[in-house]
């Protein structure tokens, strides 16, 4: 890959004040001290940005250049600041700068100017609230938000709203239908209800309170929230077929607790059980994280 967008200086700074707002945001759900410094790394790794961003080529098919994007859920800018500087995306994020998130805002704006880009790409606001008129964009994305959200039908309403006639929706979201939960880095029942899920954490010694500020998404539950817009939406995919790809392949990144889910499907590989498993994820929605893709009709 050529020179990164973020200078090295800034992204030194940039990465004391993200190890701060991650102590306090995930340190009591983290393994440990290297976990928490590991999500700093990530957070700040260009690749991780790019690799975002080409999953949303790969499952539209669309060029990027010009196209007006929202992320929604920016996080501390860095994949705005990518679309705009190596894709040529007029791109956008908004990102609320709420008690907890406080501080993300400060520096997703700092990031965009170490870049050479506006700060006012990146915009405080949320989900549920769009602030943008109704038809603005070309593509709406967002990844591992809606289940940090407070309303998602909400803002699947909001996201449909703001995009343009054949205009594209992209949202990937961790499954709770699956056996994986990406936040502790844990092995995960599908379908687990809350109160089971804060006895689980806490009987592994990790902080419960953590699971009421989630969302538990899962296949069926996005499937009723987008049936109010389906006259106007096609889904183009689930992700079923990357989550395959990536289970038979192991062609996925060691991001944050995904090194040890890699080292599960290993042994899945070891055991010859990866076939099975792909047949029954398939019929059971286990895809995770699932990766929708949704088009608006054009009148």
């Known amino acids: 890959m050529s020179a990164g967008i973020l200078p090295e200086g800034a992204a030194q700074r940039l990465a004391a004040r993200v190890a701060e707002l991650y102590e306090r945001s995930f340190g009591p759900i983290s393994r440990g001290p290297d976990h928490v410094r ?8 260009e690749r991780r940005s790019a690799e975002q961003i080409e999953c949303l080529v790969r499952a539209t098919g669309i060029e990027l250049r010009g196209k007006r994007i929202l992320e929604i859920g920016a996080g501390i800018g860095l994949t705005v600041a990518m679309l705009r500087r190596r894709f040529g995306a007029e791109a956008y994020g908004i990102e609320p700068e709420a008690d907890d998130y406080r501080g993300t805002l400060a520096i997703a704006r700092d990031l965009a100017q170490a870049c050479g880009i506006p700060s006012e790409t990146i915009i405080d606001g949320a989900g549920e609230h769009i602030p943008f008129d109704s038809g603005f964009f070309d ?11 407070v309303d998602p039908p909400r803002v699947i309403a909001e996201i449909a709203r703001v995009l343009k006639p054949g205009g594209y929706m992209h949202i990937i979201v961790p499954n709770y239908g699956s056996w994986w939960e990406g936040h502790y880095g844990l092995l995960w029942l599908p379908h687990l209800p809350k109160w089971a899920g804060r006895f689980y954490v806490r009987a592994l010694g990790r902080d419960p309170a953590f699971v009421d500020t989630l969302q538990f998404v899962t296949r069926g539950r996005l499937e009723r929230w987008l049936a109010p817009h389906r006259a106007r939406l096609d889904v183009l995919g689930w992700g079923e077929d ?23 499907v290993k042994a899945l590989h070891a055991l010859r059980l990866v076939p099975l498993v792909v047949r029954i994820g398939r019929l059971l929605h286990w895809e995770t994280p699932i990766v929708l893709t949704a088009r608006m009709r054009s009148p």
């Open 38 to 45: 590991q999500m700093v790394r990530d957070s700040l790794d």
């Open 139 to 149: 593509v709406v994305l967002s990844s591992n938000v809606l289940e940090h959200v």
């Open 242 to 264: 990357l989550w395959e790809e990536r289970v038979r392949g192991l062609g996925f990144a060691d991001y944050a607790a995904l090194g040890r889910l890699k080292r599960i």
